[in-house]
């Protein structure tokens, strides 16, 4: 499923980097220990070095760990807004369906196709009944 996040924030916006905090000790070749503050338990303090830059001291660069709204479950989870189009594909023994989704928060070129049973059981309020797909469709009436 899409739109699993971290530390709160989403976006364009959303800091790159928290921090500073002090390294505790070196694990191995490529692993730190960070000193880690109690608001950030939930987060596990081994990190890999691709994961840390050296502070250059820059203050306008540090974002406080309160404007970071860490909660206990860390993932965030994005909410469809519309189902935009249906598609059904064939494989050797049987057809999967599936819809493709618009997320709240997105542009419609970010929308990606979801399988539909998936989407029903978790979101069934975004497919109507089959009365009121049809109120909306033009047909055209046979001249015989």
């Known amino acids: 499923m899409k739109g699993v996040m971290r530390f709160g924030k989403k976006g364009k916006l959303s800091p790159w980097y928290i921090g500073p905090y002090r390294i505790a000790k070196r694990i191995g070749n490529v692993a730190y220990e960070l000193e880690l503050p109690q608001e950030l338990a939930v987060v596990h303090p081994v990190l890999h070095i691709s994961m840390l830059k050296k502070c250059m001291g820059d203050p306008s ?4 760990t309160e404007d970071i709204e860490i909660k206990g479950s860390l993932p965030y989870e994005e909410i469809p807004v519309q189902i935009l189009d249906r598609q059904v594909r064939k494989l ?5 369906a ?4 618009l997320w709240r928060n997105q542009f419609v070129e970010e929308a990606t196709w979801e399988a539909e049973e998936d989407m029903k059981k978790k979101y069934p309020h975004l497919f109507g009944s089959d009365e ?7 047909y055209l009436l046979s001249a015989l």
């Open 61 to 64: 660069l540090i974002v406080p």
């Open 98 to 101: 599936s819809v493709k989704v």
């Open 92 to 96: 050797r023994t049987k057809e999967v």
């Open 132 to 138: 009121s797909a049809d109120q909306g469709t033009k």
